[in-house]
């Protein structure tokens, strides 16, 4: 079955880092863009960027330049999330999609999401 | 940059047809996609390309677009239609994907 499985919970300190991992299952992984969403507690959907799984170029956007970075080993079909310096207002769920080019861009596959609480 | 505009709620009543509009600066142009949000759950998209709908999403589930406003089309609501639901557009001049406010759906 084609899906996202993204890695389990976390509970990190201010200043700690976290790595989130997206694997991709049962499709071509260089075929599709991954993109990255966070959902904070109670907020709506935020676009985080992109990654070309062909070339691993990230896109950021504008409120995610600093301390995230994207990443992937195509070899295990994974997407990975790193966020460094963390901080309480990055406590949130974050979640990876594939988009689908082929369908206008849309957001056909998602990860179960990520939370990743922030607290001292 | 790029805003998308929809109402915190809308409420419906079941086997009765709820419209969920988002507005954007000229989105008639634009690609839209929708996405339901259930509780607790991953984001699902139910629309795309304004009136296409993925597998296995009820054909109750449709949607249109021109000038200013998208819209979400949902007939004969049911209980489980109840859920959060965001549209999404890409913006070619800031080449960044995004999200409505979303628009909270509520079965009466």
């Known amino acids: 079955q084609v899906q996202l499985v993204q890695s389990g919970s976390e509970v990190k300190k201010p200043g700690a880092s976290v790595k989130v991992s997206c694997k991709a299952a049962?499709?071509?992984?260089?075929?599709?863009?991954i993109n990255w969403v966070r959902q904070a507690p109670g907020q709506g959907l935020e676009w985080m960027g992109w990654?070309?799984?062909?070339?691993?170029?990230?896109t950021y956007a504008q409120a995610f330049t600093g301390h995230f970075v994207f990443s992937l080993d195509t070899s295990v079909s994974t997407a990975y999330l790193q966020i460094s310096s963390l901080k309480a207002e990055d406590t949130a769920v974050y979640y990876c999609?594939?988009?689908?080019?082929?369908?206008?861009?849309?957001?056909?596959?998602w990860g179960q999401g990520t939370m990743v609480t922030v607290s001292s | 940059s790029y805003v998308l505009t929809q109402p915190p709620s809308v409420s419906v009543a079941p086997g009765q047809t709820a419209r969920i509009p988002c507005g954007g600066d000229?989105?008639?142009?634009?690609?839209v996609h929708w996405y339901q949000q259930r509780p607790g759950q991953a984001p699902v998209a139910v629309v795309y390309?304004?009136?296409g709908r993925p597998s296995g999403i009820p054909e109750r589930f449709s949607g249109s677009n021109s000038g200013n406003t998208a819209t979400l089309i949902i007939d004969r609501v049911e209980a489980g239609d109840e859920a959060d639901y965001y549209c999404?557009?890409?913006?070619?001049?800031?080449?960044?994907?995004?999200f409505g406010t979303g628009t909270k759906v509520t079965v009466l």
């Open positions: 049962e499709y071509s992984f260089t075929t599709y863009a």
């Open positions: 999404q557009v890409y913006d070619g001049i800031s080449d960044h994907r995004v």
């Open positions: 999609a594939r988009r689908n080019d082929y369908d206008g861009g849309v957001f056909d596959i």
């Open positions: 000229s989105i008639g142009t634009k690609s």
């Open positions: 390309d304004d009136t």
């Open positions: 990654i070309n799984t062909n070339t691993g170029n990230p």
